[in-house]
């Protein structure tokens, strides 16, 4: 599981605005709208929820401790969807008890294992990873202008990896799945059966040859140089949540308006988008 660093996320809160401006033209929706699609909510009547919805992001300093700026860049990113949100004076414990004491709608907090918002009213949770991944397969959905029955290209089977392709088969596209541990991919495609019949989902063995074929692709590996630029064509598009980014500099100059990569902005906003109740 990818740990984020200090400069994974140093030019997160100030890059927003543009961020936001290159959703709007590579999938003509804002990272708000983007995060209404993956789960279905009315873009107008969340504006209208949000300001009112209070959530205190919680520092925790268990395990590897604090990374700098991780809690205020998930503020940020609520601060600029429009939430009412702050990032609390006191971590852990402290600051768990501060956001019930007064009365926070919700709360958004990281260990190493995982990042959560908790709704204190509904007792839902979002995962971030369940999260990132059906979000990124809706903008891989809004790029493709409607992902129905394409087949996409999942690399990397882990917690994103199978919950972009739970959504992508809830769309009803087909997956072809591929990880360098081929039987994670398959324990996937057992997995995934309860959502979709076998043949809309398959196992992918020759990565470089899906490449060459598949237009569509959820790039979710936690490593570098997974689409080589030689195989990416004139029509690739890619959804990519993985980090590092699998593609080099020249292969997203390539891509340009067809690949999508961020590492905490989308997530964030579909976690945050899913607590509204
Ligand atoms: O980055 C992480 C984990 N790898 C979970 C990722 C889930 N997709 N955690 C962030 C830890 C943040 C830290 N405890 C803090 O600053 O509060």
């Known amino acids: 599981m990818t740990r984020l660093n200090k400069s994974d996320i140093r030019h997160i809160s100030s890059g927003l605005e543009e961020y936001n401006r290159e959703l709007q033209t590579k999938t003509g929706r804002t990272l708000l709208g983007i995060a209404c699609h993956a789960y279905g909510k ?3 009547q ?16 268990a395990g590897q401790g604090i990374i700098t700026d991780f809690s205020e860049t998930v503020t ?9 949100a702050l990032t609390s004076d006191n971590p852990d414990t402290s600051g768990i008890a501060h956001a019930f004491e007064s009365k926070a709608d919700a709360v958004m907090m990281a260990d190493d294992k995982r990042f959560v918002g908790i709704n204190l009213n509904t007792r839902v949770v979002a995962d ?7 979000v990124f397969a809706s903008v891989l ?12 290209l999942v690399l990397g089977c882990g917690l994103v990896g199978a ?28 997995s995934l059966s309860v959502y979709a019949t076998f ?14 074929k598949d237009q569509y692709i959820i790039e979710a590996t936690p490593a570098a140089g997974t689409i080589p630029d030689e195989l990416i064509s004139d029509t690739m598009v890619v959804a990519a949540p ?10 997203c100059q390539i891509l340009k308006n067809r690949l999508v990569h961020d590492k905490l902005a989308l997530g964030t906003a579909a976690m945050a988008v899913s607590l509204l109740s």
């Open 242 to 251: 993985g980090v590092p980014l699998g593609i080099s500099k020249i292969g």
């Open 199 to 212: 043949d809309r989902i398959r196992i992918e063995t020759d990565v470089n040859r899906a490449l060459s």
């Open 128 to 134: 971030n990873s369940e999260a990132t991944g059906r």
């Open 141 to 152: 959905d809004l790029m493709a202008g409607g992902i129905k029955d394409h087949e996409v």
């Open 42 to 44: 009315n873009e107008i």
């Open 76 to 84: 940020a990113i609520l601060q600029f969807l429009g939430f009412n």
């Open 163 to 190: 919950a972009a392709a739970r959504t992508l088969l809830f769309l009803n596209s087909r997956v072809a799945l591929y990880d360098v541990y081929p039987p994670i991919a398959h324990s996937l495609k057992e």
């Open 46 to 61: 969340v504006k209208h929820r949000i300001n009112s919805f209070s959530i205190h992001v919680i520092p925790v300093t």
